[in-house]
């Protein structure tokens, strides 16, 4: 592609090498030309872009830095640069509304890079845009499991980027506050799906706590009967496991910290004694109020296996996901508040 591009220069001026500047927007519309896509209705008049076409697209932009428009002192470069990448995110927004899963999936994956690798000015101005695009794909997810993967992606990027400016940190918390309520709903989809919404969950607990702070109770009951279900696979299960134990960085208390360990140490306990052969003494002390359940449980009653292999394959993990997080809670740091007990 870089002898194209000398060939398209060569009635310029000389360049100075390959890592000359004046390439830049000439090399993101050649890669905007031959390897993605064309929106609808355009797309008739061309084959689907290969797996290569799209993975040369990923390399020019990461190594050579197509979208960065930046470091330019000739304000001509400048505006020619900036005027390729906006035909760059037209084209991608244009893929990412896309009836075609193939041409939403590109448009969704290469905005997410594109989150990543603009200039600081083109993503300050352009992330609240750039949301609302994503967040249309996550309140109705697609029915193609590889679209909704790269939305969550996408906007995991999106929210890493914004974690780095830190006067955006209260619009930042607000967008993701917005998130919360359809990513629970996307924990009952598909395994992998469900697995990439807890993985976004689990970023935005971590960079905007607060974000959640109304959530709360839902998020505790849904990713603990999650957990319970016997549904997931192990790294599935620990990932839940791991994104539960971040709770008490959202809702910082004298008392959240012990509490959240009591309450699954609670349910270990019961899933230990309602299997022949394990015993555990009570953990709650005669007298004492309970507290709260968690994964919709409604009574303390014990769980009845009749057979081993019924006590391996649903107790035995849940029980290592549920120690799991108990571990996290006691490895991870927290406000002190939570350090009371």
């Known amino acids: 592609m870089a002898s194209h591009i000398h060939a398209a220069a060569a009635g310029d ?4 090498g390959m890592h000359d500047l004046r390439l830049r927007p000439r090399l993101l519309r050649r890669v905007l030309a031959e390897c993605l ?23 020019a932009v990461r190594e050579q830095g197509l979208l960065a428009v930046e470091g330019a002192a000739d304000p001509g470069l400048l505006e020619e640069w900036s005027a390729a990448v ?3 995110v037209d084209r991608l927004v244009a893929l990412l509304a896309s009836d075609r899963e193939h041409s939403c999936w590109v448009g969704t994956s290469f ?22 695009k994503i967040m249309k794909k996550i309140k109705v997810p697609s029915s193609n499991k ?42 009952d989809k598909d395994g992998s799906v469900a697995e990439k919404a807890t993985d976004l ?15 709360f109770n839902k998020v505790e009951s849904i990713i603990a ?74 009574t303390y009653g014990d769980w009845n296996f009749h057979s081993a292999k019924k006590f391996c394959t649903f107790a035995v993990p849940t029980i290592s996901a549920l120690i799991h997080c108990c571990s996290m809670m006691l490895t991870t740091s927290y406000p002190i508040q939570c350090l009371r007990w």
């Open 13 to 16: 001026l000389p360049l100075t």
């Open 37 to 59: 896509p064309l929106p609808d209705p355009a797309a008739d008049l061309q084959p689907t872009r290969s797996p290569a076409d799209l993975a040369r697209a990923l390399s």
């Open 86 to 88: 906006d035909a760059w």
């Open 111 to 132: 905005l997410g890079l594109t989150f990543e690798e603009c200039s600081e000015d083109r993503f300050a101005n352009s992330y609240s845009f750039w949301f609302e």
């Open 146 to 187: 590889m679209v909704s993967i790269a939305t969550c992606t996408a906007m995991a990027s999106l929210f890493m980027r914004l974690a780095k400016f830190s006067n955006l940190k209260d619009e930042a918390t607000l967008l993701a506050q917005k998130v919360v309520q359809p990513l629970l709903r996307l924990l």
């Open 201 to 215: 969950l689990g970023l935005i607990m971590k960079l905007f706590p607060s974000s959640v702070y109304r959530h």
């Open 225 to 298: 009967a999650k957990i319970m279900s016997g549904q997931c696979n192990l790294q599935h299960s620990k990932k839940l496991a791991s994104t539960l134990a971040l709770l008490p960085c959202v809702r910082v208390s004298h008392n959240s910290l012990s509490l959240m360990i009591q309450k699954i140490l609670v349910v270990v306990n019961n899933l230990l004694n309602g299997y022949t052969g394990f015993e555990l003494m009570p953990l709650i002390s005669p007298g004492s109020k309970p507290p709260p359940l968690s994964g919709g449980q409604t």
